[in-house]
């Protein structure tokens, strides 16, 4: 069975800074996405299960160069460092977890993330 354990959400103010982290019970292309409530989920950054390098993560367009996504050198945890913060990334943050016999495969599509985990809430106020 997978699990996909968060951690690290919270309020912040615009300006600030969070890191989330997520412990995966197994080695997987992983991404977080991001949903407000009345809305579809956002795939806002991936990265493949290599912890050696090789493939390019996945940034959506709202965040590149505020976010990063990296994953320690065990390989089961996975962070996303969130500089520069908007009150417009308030959302529920998830960790997915997808599949995939491609080392470097970084998955880019919220349909192909198939383990969730619980989510933590992320709170930017103006």
């Known amino acids: 069975q997978v699990t996909l354990v968060e951690s690290g959400g919270g309020l912040v103010q615009a300006g600030g800074s969070l890191r989330l982290s997520c412990a995966a019970s197994?080695?997987?292309?992983m991404g977080w996405v991001r949903q407000v409530p009345g809305k579809e989920r956002d795939l806002v950054a991936a990265?493949?299960?290599?912890?050696?390098?090789?493939?390019?993560?996945y940034y959506a367009d709202s965040v590149k160069g505020r976010f990063t996504v990296s994953r320690d050198s065990a390989g089961n945890t996975v962070y996303l460092q969130m500089n520069s913060l908007k009150p417009e990334d308030t959302a529920v943050y998830y960790c997915?977890?997808?599949?995939?016999?491609?080392?470097?495969?970084?998955?880019?599509?919220?349909?192909?993330?198939?383990?969730w985990g619980q989510g933590t809430q992320v709170t930017v106020s103006s």
């Open positions: 997915a977890a997808a599949e995939t016999s491609n080392y470097y495969y970084t998955a880019s599509k919220v349909a192909e993330y198939k383990y």
């Open positions: 197994g080695r997987y292309a």
């Open positions: 990265i493949s299960w290599s912890s050696w390098g090789g493939g390019s993560p």
